[in-house]
Structures are given as structure tokens and as C-alpha cells.
């Protein structure tokens, strides 16, 4: 079993920046690719952003590249979301899941999610 802890959520102004953190814990030899989701009112959850464990490579969905930038660091077991210039529609509930079986398409373009996820962090943009 793993468990994960987000933080780094709040209020942020528009243009503002923001950074969440994952840290997992538990069965931390089984993760693989981390990622992110989030939950806007009234919207079904959604994927974010993923990164694999030793490539690193990262994948965003089609809605949010150039915005957010995933990283990870293998030896805390954390991973983390950045973006700047955030705007209102950014306000939601974003998830940290991990590992992440596989993709959903071929373009890696959103994610399967896993059966872990953490509690999850507020993140509201005034405008």
C-alpha cells in the first residue's frame, strides 16, 4: 500500500504561481509513473499530468501544456506541480495518484489512475 500527502494548495491570485507536492510513503518500491489530477466544481476529475519514475519523462493532457510542469524526485518519493500565471479556471481540487498503471490512448495524453490517491488540496484563483 502506498499513501500520499499533497500540500501546497490555497488561494493565489490571478498571474499568481503556484506549487503542490506529493510525498508518498508505504510501499514506495512499487511506484512507477506519479501524476496529477483535479476536480473543478461541478466537473468530473480529470488527468493532469504524469512523469515516469526513471526516464522521467512527463506527459500533460492536451488542455494544460505549456501551463504546468510535473518533476519528481525519486529519492524524497515526491512529486510536484507548478504553474505560473495561474488563471480562474485553474481553481480545483487536484490529486496526487501513484503508480499509474499505463496510459489511456496511444498519445499518452491522459491516464489510467491508480487505486492510490491522496486527499487531495484546494487550489482557488481570484480573479
Known amino acids: 500500500q502506498v499513501q500520499l500527502v499533497e500540500s501546497g494548495g490555497g488561494l493565489v491570485q490571478a498571474g499568481g504561481s503556484l506549487r503542490l507536492s506529493c510525498a508518498a510513503s508505504g510501499r514506495t518500491s512499487s511506484l512507477s509513473a506519479m501524476g496529477w489530477f483535479r476536480q473543478a466544481p461541478g466537473k468530473e476529475r480529470e488527468f493532469v499530468a504524469a512523469i515516469t519514475k526513471t526516464s522521467g519523462r512527463t506527459y500533460y493532457a492536451d488542455a494544460v501544456k505549456g501551463l504546468f510542469t510535473i518533476s519528481r524526485d525519486n529519492a524524497k518519493n515526491t512529486v510536484s506541480l507548478q504553474r505560473l500565471s495561474l488563471k480562474p479556471q485553474a481553481t480545483a481540487v487536484y490529486y496526487c495518484?501513484?503508480?499509474?498503471?499505463?496510459?489511456?490512448?496511444?498519445?499518452?495524453?491522459?491516464?489510467?489512475?491508480?487505486?492510490?490517491w491522496g486527499q487531495g488540496t484546494q487550489v482557488t484563483v481570484s480573479s
Open positions: 495518484n501513484a503508480p499509474l498503471p499505463r496510459c489511456s490512448d496511444v498519445a499518452c495524453a491522459t491516464f489510467v489512475a491508480g487505486n492510490n
